[in-house]
């Protein structure tokens, strides 16, 4: 997707003469976003057997330290009962 934009963009320029410099964030690849505004489509996602949500299942995430240890504590908990 991204090749057929570049190429979009260089034949665009052929047209129009002017070159478009790609903006940094344009590039980016990581958003920041509160777990609330997630959650709940991950949760359906997950209830539902999504096929996508394997498809990112080896991707890193960043979680605040205070979440994981909450997260560990209650997976301890789970497994205990």
């Known amino acids: 997707m ?3 934009i ?3 963009q260089a034949a665009q320029s052929k047209a129009t003469g002017q070159a478009r410099v790609l903006d940094h964030l ?3 690849t990581h958003i920041t976003v509160k777990l ?3 959650l709940p489509a991950l949760t359906d996602a997950l ?3 999504r096929a996508w949500v394997q498809d990112f299942e080896d991707d890193r995430i960043e979680v605040s330290t205070d ?3 909450v997260i560990q504590a209650y997976e301890r908990m789970r497994n205990a009962a």
Request: hydrophobic share 40%; aromatic share 12%; charged share 40%.
């Open 47 to 49: 209830l539902t057997q």
């Open 6 to 8: 570049l190429d979009f």
């Open 2 to 4: 991204v090749r057929r």
């Open 36 to 38: 609330g505004e997630i």
């Open 67 to 69: 979440l994981f240890e």
């Open 26 to 28: 344009e590039q980016e």
